[in-house]
């Protein structure tokens, strides 16, 4: 690393097993590496809407290089690409995508939903639906990893790298929830680096979204998930996900943005 005065790095590598204020406070301030609840969401109802997700018809892909080979379901900001039409589209769509999402485990509690009710109760200033430019965004994306082929390569994700929308001044971090619907036995693992890339690594990240594994040193986390698991993590570290072996990873994400504990979580996707 040649840039490391830009490397941060968390106090430790602990992954919590519980959603607590403590435990949300600690992971939004960089204390802890992860907070991972195991059989978050009953398996059964996520098998069903796994299903459900590799067939959808909003099913698409990533726009950028090495992204694409992920499919997702309704577009999430990142691929509005600073396109004002774009833009326009992806509030448009916002609402009646969440509405979909949600509809798809009716009778039940969509996961995105359980963790957006515990991070508004949890958080002490409460949480809410990011807005941007007075808009809403979308929240609840399907993420789709088809067998032996889709992977995401290192890298990171910083809402200020997607909008200049005054409404995300003053974010301090970034926080993912990953709620794993279906998993392989073999491979679908998350690896995480414990720090932010450095500003070449940025660079490369904003063109083709991916670093080469092979000038990085070993990640510091390898996980696992398994199916009804909830992971979450800053994004704005290097993290990366390995291919699958012979079945579908699918798993529902909402990004969350922190201004510190005296202000609102924000939630979209």
């Known amino acids: 690393m040649t840039e490391a005065v830009q490397v941060v790095r968390t106090l430790t590598n602990d992954v919590a097993p519980e959603l607590t204020m403590q435990t949300l406070l600690q992971l939004a301030g960089r204390e802890i590496a992860a907070v991972h609840i195991r059989g978050y969401y009953p398996a059964d109802i996520a098998a069903k809407v796994a299903h459900k997700a590799i067939d959808h018809p909003a099913l698409g892909h990533y726009h950028k290089q090495l992204a694409g080979s992920v499919g997702r379901v309704y577009m999430p900001h990142i691929d509005t690409k600073w396109d004002p039409e774009l833009t326009a589209k992806y509030h448009d769509a916002a609402l009646p995508a969440i509405q979909d999402v949600r509809s ?56 200020n790298q997607e909008t200049d929308a005054p409404e995300i001044e003053g974010v301090v971090n970034q926080l993912v929830a990953n709620i794993y619907l279906q998993v392989p036995d073999q491979g679908g693992n998350l690896l995480l680096w414990l720090r932010e890339p450095t500003a070449e690594e940025t660079r490369i990240i904003l063109d083709v979204e991916g670093l080469d594994p092979a000038t990085l040193e070993p990640p510091a986390l390898e996980i696992h998930p398994d199916a009804g698991d909830l992971i979450i993590f800053s994004p704005r570290m290097l993290h990366a996900v390995t291919p699958g072996v012979d079945e579908y990873r699918v798993g529902a994400a909402a990004f969350i943005a922190s201004k510190g504990p005296e202000q609102p979580l924000v939630f979209w996707s």
């Open 104 to 159: 798809m485990f009716h009778p039940y509690l969509s996961p995105v939903d359980r963790v957006r009710l515990e991070l508004q109760e949890l958080w002490p200033a409460g949480a809410n639906l990011l807005r941007l430019r007075g808009r809403p965004c979308f929240v609840g994306a399907f993420r789709v990893f088809r067998p032996n082929t889709s992977e995401l390569h290192p890298h990171s994700d910083a809402i």
